[in-house]
């Protein structure tokens, strides 16, 4: 089957890389792309949020699948969109419709959902901007550090965490009155702290049935030690030793199991992916965040990790038939480096020639902001590109990821040096 995947980051990447792989997929395109999906797929410049022109080349190009890799074109409706003009209804499109987006959506209607079907969350409420006051009397009525979340999506940059009272209040200001995310914070959830370690699950799901893919733990801060500025996520590891047996059973009964059965309570066909953002408490789970597709940097090692034929997960959905699939899953650890234009998240510039690729040896480069020009890979983004690592072990999987990343350069490029230390510092005390 001829398959479009929409996006232009490192999930897309590894989206395509891995349905490259299908003996099912028989022309694969990318929309609009970058450097990396333009060495398995064909990139076209389309942008994922312009239906009309991706419905057009659907028809074009007779494609059967449109695999959905951002939130914003789910949020807008393009499955909606497609299930409603009849030459392309036929057409599967993995990601849901915009009533089950909204879970990513709307961080007000996630928080409902959850308490709604009774699944652990941080306790919240939220206040509109003409309700600014009621906002700052909360803050005032609860113990910090403080928790603010703009309702809408705000390019994972939209939450912050205010240590004092102070900049809880001068942050609720900012993001009510002085609209500093924009639309997404016309509405602002705040929350309860949660204190724990964070981890991210991901499930597939047809709307009835469901597989658990391997989890993991990103790194969503800038600078080493998990500090300075948040970033759509800095490196990943997977799979995660704290995340065991035990506790992923209280995900699946108290949180998977509950999604699930809520979505279809609720009368919300749902079919691809949920990620769930958790933080392990003492051991039991809480949701932090639902999102309606493959997290960015977590897909780079997590599906380097599944050696099943993700076509044919992907077409069980469109039948309802995901439990008849078998999902095989490696053993191996994998780690993924995050490489990033000198100034990101704030400005930085773009353009930068990209030295060394070749030079990469055991290990996967997974592009990002990456563009060709003039027979030259340069940089096109904050998010350059990822360097995953697979190994027996979490340190073997760091050690080639690290020895990769040293070979790549381009002026002012940057990454964290202590992706996964954390995690070697806990087994070392197990």
């Not at 380097?304 to 490696?330: A, G, H, Y």
């Not at 230390?421 to 806990?426: E, F, G, T």
């Amino acid at each position: 089957m001829n398959i479009l995947i929409l996006g232009a980051g490192g999930r897309e990447h590894v989206f395509a890389t891995k349905i490259a792989e299908s003996k099912l997929c028989d022309q694969l395109f990318v929309a609009p792309g970058n450097a990396g999906t333009a060495t398995v797929a064909k990139n076209i410049n389309i942008s994922p949020t312009d239906f009309k022109a991706v419905g057009d080349f659907c028809l074009t190009e007779q494609i059967e699948m449109v695999v959905v890799g951002p939130e914003a074109p789910l949020v807008a409706g393009i499955t909606d969109y497609f299930s409603t003009v009849p030459s392309l209804k036929n057409i599967q499109l993995i990601g849901p419709a915009k009533a089950g987006a909204e879970l990513e959506g709307s961080k007000d209607f996630s928080k409902r959902f959850m308490q709604k079907h009774l699944i652990p969350t941080a306790a919240y409420a939220t206040f509109t901007q003409n309700e600014l006051e009621d906002g700052l009397t909360y803050l005032r009525s609860i113990s910090g550090p403080y928790v603010l979340k703009a309702d809408g999506l705000a390019g994972g940059k939209g939450v912050v965490i205010c240590e004092n009272l102070d900049q809880a209040e001068q942050t609720l200001i900012e993001m009510l009155r002085d609209a500093k995310f924009g639309k997404a914070s016309a509405k602002v959830v705040i929350e309860g702290f949660l204190s724990g370690i964070e981890l991210s699950v991901f499930v597939l799901t047809d709307g009835e049935n469901y597989k658990i893919l391997p989890e993991a733990k990103d790194y969503k801060r800038i600078g080493e030690g998990d500090t300075g500025l948040n970033t759509g996520g800095m490196g990943a590891v997977s799979p995660v030793q704290f995340a065991d047996a035990a506790f992923m059973e209280k995900v699946e009964t108290k949180v998977i199991k509950p999604t699930i059965e809520g979505l279809k309570a609720d009368g919300i066909p749902y079919q691809g992916f949920i990620f769930i953002g958790l933080m392990n408490v003492a051991g039991e789970p809480f949701v932090i965040e639902y999102n309606v597709r493959m997290g960015d940097p977590e897909t780079q090692v997590v599906f380097p990790r599944i050696n099943s034929d993700i076509v044919s997960l992907f077409k069980s959905l469109k039948d309802k038939t995901l439990d008849q699939q078998e999902l095989k899953i490696s053993d191996e650890t994998a780690t993924a480096l995050v490489m990033v234009a000198g100034g990101y998240p704030g400005e930085y510039e773009k353009g930068k020639l990209i030295k060394g690729l070749e030079e990469v040896e055991e290990c996967i480069v997974f592009h990002a902001g990456t563009t060709e020009k003039e027979g030259n890979i340069v940089t096109n983004g904050g998010r350059v590109m990822a360097v995953t690592g697979k190994g027996k072990d979490l340190e073997t999987a760091l050690e080639k990821a690290y020895s990769g990343a040293k070979k790549i350069c381009w002026e002012d490029m940057y990454y964290r040096k202590d992706i996964g230390r954390d995690l070697l510092a806990m087994e070392v005390k197990s």
